[in-house]
Structure formats: structure tokens, C-alpha cells
């Protein structure tokens, strides 16, 4: 059973960056796709970026072109690096791993959420 952590949260002003990362345990990490998801007070979780085994990648509508995910197979870990960050990408940040061959978006598909890692950006 693979276990997931999630790290790299924080405060940054709005327009700044951070990078996540989400360390596996456990499974063979190489073999799996990953997605990271947020989730902010009173809304539904929501798709954020994934990253096939393959590499591909993919992202939601609102952070194309400020979002970036990338994984290191050496170190069973996944990263998302996040730029021109705006007040509204306020939310807690999981990753988990896609279970189905399914749509990306779709939270249920993936599994072994790890705890999420808070990020909030002020104006």
C-alpha cells in the first residue's frame, strides 16, 4: 500500500511561488500516475495538475501556464511548482494516485490521499 506525504506548503504573497512535493512510500512509484488536487473552506475538491507514468502531464483550467508538475522516479517523489500565485489558490493541496484509467479531474478515481499540506496566499 503506498503511502503518500505531502510537503512545501506555507504563506507567500500573492505574485510569488512555491513548490510542493509528495514523497511515496511503499508500491512502485515509477508505475503509477499522480495528481495533486486542492481543496479550499466550503468548496469541492478540486483537479490541480496530474502527471502520467509516462510523464504526461495535465492541468486544470486555472493554473495552466502558472503550474508546473513534475516527478523524479529516483526519489519516489512528486512535485508541483507554483508561480504567479493568486489569493484564490488559498486551499489545502493533496496528492494522490490515480486508481482507474478515467477523466483527471475526478477526485474519486484516485486513492491513498495523503494528508494535504496548506497553502495560503495573501493579497
Known amino acids: 500500500q503506498v503511502q503518500l506525504v505531502e510537503s512545501g506548503g506555507g504563506l507567500v504573497q500573492a505574485g510569488g511561488s512555491l513548490r510542493l512535493s509528495c514523497a511515496a512510500s511503499?508500491?512502485?512509484?515509477?508505475?503509477?500516475?499522480m495528481g495533486w488536487f486542492r481543496q479550499a473552506p466550503g468548496k469541492e475538491r478540486e483537479f490541480v495538475a496530474g502527471?502520467?507514468?509516462?510523464?504526461?502531464?495535465y492541468y486544470g483550467d486555472l493554473v495552466k501556464g502558472r503550474f508546473t508538475i513534475s516527478r523524479d522516479n529516483a526519489k519516489n517523489t512528486v512535485y508541483l511548482q507554483m508561480n504567479s500565485l493568486k489569493v484564490e489558490d488559498t486551499a489545502v493541496y493533496y496528492c494522490a494516485v490515480r486508481l482507474r484509467s478515467s477523466s483527471w479531474s475526478v477526485p474519486g478515481i484516485f486513492g491513498s490521499w495523503g494528508q494535504g499540506t496548506q497553502v495560503t496566499v495573501s493579497s
Open positions: 511503499g508500491g512502485t512509484f515509477s508505475s503509477y500516475d
Open positions: 502527471i502520467s507514468s509516462g510523464a504526461t502531464t
